[in-house]
């Protein structure tokens, strides 16, 4: 009888919150389309909890970061540095696997890498006698309703195929567990719900982007300043400590806090925005974070602090029309006055509205809509690739 061959895909994600997230999504969804997944990951630094995926093969792939590089969290020196390294452990790693595959009758279909990860596009050759073959195309994380035109436009320009499946963290859905290196703080659920319909303003800069101590205590005013109420993560290395911080706030924005403010070090991000008490999001726009708010309907106030966040932030504001756009100064008057507009005026009130029809085209775009059909594309064009 003959016996069927399995098919493998070996995901390539940086050691960063932002870009594992979304290539564990990938794996989940490509997993429930019936591939084995394997995940490289560093030992060393930002490791996923292999416990957490019990359905993958998590391996080391060793990048060499110093002990210098890794506590100075600089996202260019390290990307440097893994890009470096990536290649010759990856090759070796693809050896291995080819060689258990042969005895498993698995076979590699695919090697999926992070754009971040860019020097893996340089493995021309696995062995001198195994040659990689052309890529595919560019998965991409987003829906075609959202970025119609862009779309096209990198086909035309540089004619590969494109294939936008996400958003990733809808389309995997329950499937998909947590892959978070800082413990999710649950208690702001219980805070949330006691709160009134859209009347909380969440606040959080992601994985990297922080504020420093003074533009922390500007922002404590300036939240206290606009009466509104606010859960705002305040991650753990931002400041060296925040009990002590916030004891040497004034009396009344510490008086604010108590009775208008929840502060964790890491929220449930999904669960915060998906949340009906929660009316606006102050992000730095990262794209996980600007996916995750418009698929919930939330508007946002931008704060984009470097790389895609700044053309997030303009898609955001001039292109859908739901992101605020104000002054970027964090001085309390000038945050007390966005908070205010997003949350309470007629301006913020129309972004709300917009936000809520975007969502609702998003939804029609995944289940049965473009993401499914670019989706199914993709794993055709994989497995018929290796026939
Ligand atoms: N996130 C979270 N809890 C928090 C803050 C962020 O789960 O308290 C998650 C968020 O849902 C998103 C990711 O961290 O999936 C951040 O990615 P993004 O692309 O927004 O920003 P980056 O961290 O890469 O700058």
Redesign the pocket.
Known sequence: METRIRHRLVLIAPP????L?PMLQLATILHSKGFSITIPHDDNFNSPNPSNHPNFSFLPLFYGLSETQISSKNIVDISVTLNAMCVSPLKELLVDQIEKGNMNHEKIACVIYDGLMHSIDSVKAITKTLAVRPSLGVICNTVNCLEEKSLHRLRDLYKVSVFPIGPLHMIAGEDSSSS?FVE?DYSCIGWLNNQATKSVLYV?L????SWDEKELTEVAWGLANSKQKFLW?IRPGTINDVSEWLESLAEEVKVAIEERGCIVK?????EVLAHQCVGGFWS?C?????L?SLCEGVPIMCQPHFGDQRVNARLLTQAWKVGLEWSNVIERDEVEGAVRRLMVSEEGKEMGQRALKLKNQIKLGVRGGSSYDALNELVNRMLSANL
Not at 206 to 209: L, R, T
Not at 266 to 270: F, L, R, S, V
Request: aromatic share 12%; net charge negative.
């Open positions: 960063f919150q932002g870009h997230t978070s999710e959080s992601g994985s990297i982007a993560v890491w929220a449930p991000q999904g730095h990262g794209w996980n974070s600007t995750e």
